[in-house]
């Protein structure tokens, strides 16, 4: 009897120990989240209210004001995100990923971006395929990128070799912080406070849920980060047969949003942007919308979205010339055309140069669909 009492003493204390732990990394997470979005907006209103005193704004200071108001848009979406992969009820696919590729096809799609903020990405990839869910793994590199974007100094270092004695397969990012976030006493010392941000958490988070190794090492103002994956062989790998992989976007598209995307609606009549942001609402995308391709262009000079919804009757030349320049830079980038009529809509085939098309009577009906089928695409 006593044995049992002990027994079960000890299990309740265990789960009051996991209760407090949980508890205290919440709390801690929710003021994270109030300081990191506090700041671009309280920045925002100083700036709004320089406006209004003024009556003027030029060109650059209406740009930090988006740029403010993106920023904390962003840490609202991460915060989403956190508590998404944190529900214990998400389900994942076990499917054949190429790592390599899928990271060298985020790379691709963040040149812009990468380039305006000065930073050199430098990978040296060992092709090698992974046992991961597809749409988790999109959402981790681009969180990965998203961190180490916020870090670096000048330059990223990616890696990806095999552990073969271990059946694990091993990504690095390796980069140098700004000389004023430099540690004082290399490794032994605390990380400093920018390292453990929000989008820091979502990457612990979405790398616990998809059950991967992650370490950071810190030394002397160079940062080393790790994953690890289990590598996919032709049985059998960390306990998963062959036929308990799912293969194609089937159970990507069908099981989980690619939640995170970022999507620009590009349409010159206002209520057909109202329809298409009302019909994707639900799927966990950050959406923009604007009037003319001349705003697209301008909106996407220092950064790519993952995928562009525009209205037919734009269509020209300088639309035709805008999304060449895109696919020159992203082969395969989605672009779905809203047309006037009908209910009609259809997925893009690359083999005959088809686009993605809905009709505007299917725009509530179809859009959604249509679109997670081209985001998935570009796993």
Do not use: Y
Not at 66 to 95: P, Y
Not at 223 to 233: R, S, Y
Not at 344 to 360: M, P
């Amino acid at each position: 009897m006593g044995s049992s009492d002990t027994a079960g003493d000890s299990a309740a204390a265990t789960r009051s120990l996991s209760a407090g732990h949980d508890e205290r990394h919440w709390r801690d997470l929710i003021a994270e989240l109030g300081a990191e979005i506090a700041h671009p907006l309280t920045t925002a209103l100083e700036r709004i209210h320089a406006l209004t005193s003024s009556g003027r704004i030029d060109r650059s200071g209406l740009k930090a004001l988006r740029d403010e108001v993106e920023a904390a848009r962003q840490v609202g979406m991460t915060a989403q995100l956190l508590a998404r992969f944190a529900n214990e009820r998400l389900q994942q696919s076990h499917e054949r990923v190429a790592l390599a590729e899928s990271l060298q096809s985020v790379l691709t799609h963040r040149k812009r971006e990468t380039e305006t903020r000065g930073i050199t990405l430098q990978p040296v990839l060992q092709p090698v395929d992974v046992i991961v869910d597809a749409s988790l793994t999109f959402s981790l590199l681009n969180t990965l990128l998203d961190w180490a974007l916020a870090q670096a100094r000048s330059r990223i270092d990616f890696t990806i070799d095999v552990q073969s004695w271990k059946s694990k397969v091993r990504l690095t990012c390796r980069f140098d912080l700004p000389a004023s976030a430099m540690l004082t006493d290399g490794a032994r010392a605390p990380a400093p406070a920018p390292l453990d941000s929000l989008t820091w958490r979502l990457l612990e988070q979405t790398t616990a849920t998809m059950n991967l190794e992650l370490s950071r090492q810190v030394d002397e103002g160079a940062v080393a980060v790790t994953l690890k994956f289990a590598a996919a062989a032709k049985s059998e790998v960390a306990g998963i047969t062959t036929i308990d992989l799912d293969e194609g976007f089937d159970s990507s598209i069908n099981s989980k949003p690619l939640a995170g995307s970022h999507v620009v609606v590009v349409a010159s009549r206002r209520e057909v942007r109202a329809r298409v942001r009302d019909a994707i609402r639900n799927m966990g995308l950050l959406v923009d919308l604007v009037g003319s391709i001349e705003e697209a262009a301008d909106f996407c000079r220092d950064g790519l979205p993952h995928a562009l919804i525009i209205e037919s009757i734009l269509h020209g030349e300088r639309c035709d010339r805008f999304c060449a320049e895109i696919r020159a830079e992203v082969p395969g980038f989605p672009f779905i055309d809203i047309i006037e009529q009908g209910q009609e809509f259809s997925v893009s085939n690359d083999e005959r140069g088809e686009r993605a098309r809905v009709g505007q009577e299917a725009i509530e009906a179809a859009l959604p669909s249509v679109l997670m089928f081209e985001l998935s695409k570009t796993l």
